[in-house]
Nanobody
Framework: VQLVESGGGSVQAGGSLRLSCVAS????????MAWFRQARGKEREGVAA???????IYADSVSGRFTISKDNAKNTLYLQMNSLKPEDTATYYC???????????????WGQGTQVTVS
């Protein structure tokens, strides 16, 4: 399984970005996928997850601002991030697994990350 994120960049506070994660060797319709982030000097944390039925969960810190979605036909996972804050600055990773790990850290497959900087 290979996961490749894109869409990161620098944005001013209040702005928006959309991250994408394209998978090869993995069927989006089969398992759970999630976005995590890790800020410098902090532990990695779960941001949003979506299961095979399309049910989504969010960390409290992003609920109402971020939206996770997936396009099974394109094998692509998205994270729409609105009303960005400086504290959202981090490297964002997508993760995938057949097990329903939600925002847990036990995913077997991880992307390489994409940097998001909010100033």
């Amino acid at each position: 399984v290979q996961l490749v994120e894109s869409g990161g960049g620098s944005v001013q506070a209040g702005g928006s970005l959309r991250l994408s994660c394209v998978a090869s060797g993995y069927r989006y319709s089969s398992g759970c996928m999630a976005w995590f982030r890790q800020a410098r000097g902090k532990e990695r944390e779960g941001v949003a997850a979506i299961d095979k039925h399309g049910e989504a969960i969010y960390a409290d810190s992003v609920s109402g601002r971020f939206t996770i979605s997936k396009d099974n036909a394109k094998n692509t996972l998205y994270l729409q991030m609105n009303s960005l804050k400086p504290e959202d600055t981090a490297t964002y990773y997508c993760a995938a697994d057949l097990a329903p790990y939600g925002l847990g850290q036990r995913y077997a497959n991880w992307g390489q990350g994409t940097q998001v900087t909010v100033s």
